[in-house]
């Protein structure tokens, strides 16, 4: 499983190309070889997926049951607009101009690197959702966390 790690502050050119940072390709070797997949967030942001893992989502949306509505409403939302992305000479990624839209990316960007995938925000989003970091993360970490017995993980 790819575990991909940082947070980086980037800029758009004005066609849209994105740099990709140089320590974010090295943690992507064969990126320039299987490409990389660009889809919408379910908030306001992008996400982009190396192909390989996108390959996976798809395979297990495909197991999904087609004929239940709520379920082909699902899949048409999450993969509108999934655009594959190659590098460049210059190691930058054109990202599509309907998906910044629908991001509100404009100009100065941040790439946040989650476990196998890397959220694209608009600086100022990004920035906005940190700062309403919860009063009590401690809380937070509980309820989300909490409920999982360490030893029976480790089987001790």
């Known amino acids: 499983m790819i575990q991909l790690l940082g947070e980086f502050d980037c800029k758009l050119d004005a066609k849209g190309r994105l740099m990709v940072p140089s320590s974010l390709k090295k943690q992507l070797p064969s990126i320039e070889q299987e490409g990389l997949v660009i889809n919408r967030g379910f908030e306001k942001h992008l996400v982009i997926y190396p192909k390989k893992v996108w390959e996976g989502i798809v395979a297990e949306l495909s197991k999904l049951n087609q004929y239940e509505k ?8 999450f993969t509108r607009g999934a655009t594959e992305l190659s590098l460049d000479a210059s190691g930058r990624v054109l990202l599509p101009k309907s998906l910044l839209e629908f991001a509100g990316i404009n100009g100065d960007v941040v790439l946040a690197c989650q476990f196998d995938k890397i959220e694209v925000w608009s600086k100022a989003a990004y920035d906005n959702l940190l700062d309403n970091e919860p009063e009590n993360f401690a809380n937070l970490a509980e309820e989300v966390m909490g409920g999982k017995d360490r030893r029976d993980e480790d089987g001790k």
């Open 70 to 77: 709520k379920t082909r409403e699902f899949i048409r939302f």
